[in-house]
């Protein structure tokens, strides 16, 4: 991928899939979809993303809307902030544990799926994409354990597993290795700089000052 491939600036290597209701990466089509059939012929499990590509524009709505207080801001263990209280590094680091930075989401890459079982939702329900979802008794407990069980035979992972110390597990979060791995490594601090940099993003001073340590804590794996 190149530079505005990485950070969310160009949609040249993603598709439009009707059947998956998604916009992927054209080299995850063929897995997502056999990870799909498998889960209802395995588990009766109907797999769905209700995020999978995600632009710049969008995730730099989200961050300046968290940013502002706009919209619910939480801290690691899930408890609300009041953004406006907390100085620019806590807000930035609140912010990072829960949602990327313009220029740096794995959704920008189309590689990045996350996923809900609608078999699994009553008549009403609504995703809400939070851990107690698919921790025991959640709705989507089946799912995370087939998940768990299956998705490498697939070429898919979670890359938020655990916490390191960046962002805070999501179960519902799949990456298709291949894919995405080679965009982790090739997106570096200078490309994040150069795509925030002439944009309107809240933080943006602090946040250039802070891109390698960002890219470090928040981007690459294995941290």
């Not at 809307?65 to 801001?73: D, F, N, P, S, Y």
Request: proline letters at 4%; hydrophobic letters at 40%.
């Amino acid at each position: 991928m190149n530079a505005l491939e990485l950070t969310g600036r160009a949609r040249t290597h993603v598709v439009d899939i009707p059947d998956l209701h998604c916009t992927i990466h054209r080299d995850v089509v063929v897995p997502l979809r056999a990870l799909a059939r498998a889960a209802w012929a395995e588990a009766g499990i109907e797999l769905a993303a209700v995020s999978a590509f995600r632009d710049f524009e969008r995730q730099r709505t989200i961050w300046n809307a968290k940013w502002r207080g706009e919209r619910v801001l939480l801290d690691r263990t899930g408890r609300p902030l009041e953004a406006v209280t907390l100085d620019p590094d806590a807000r930035i680091d609140a912010i990072l544990a829960w949602s990327a930075l313009p220029g740096a989401s794995r959704h920008h890459w189309g590689t990045d799926i996350d996923v809900i079982d609608r078999a699994a939702m009553t008549q009403g329900y609504r995703a809400q994409l939070i851990p107690e979802e698919y921790a025991p008794g959640g709705v989507f407990r089946r799912l995370d354990e087939w998940l768990t069980a299956s998705m490498d035979r697939f070429g898919f992972y979670r890359p938020y597993a655990r916490d390191r110390g960046g962002v805070r597990p999501e179960a519902w979060h799949l990456s298709h290795a291949d894919t995405a791995r080679p965009a982790c490594g090739d997106l570096t601090a200078e490309i994040m700089r150069e795509a925030i940099g002439s944009a309107d993003i809240e933080g943006k001073g602090r946040l250039i000052e802070r891109m390698d340590e960002i890219r470090e804590r928040f981007v690459v794996e294995g941290k």
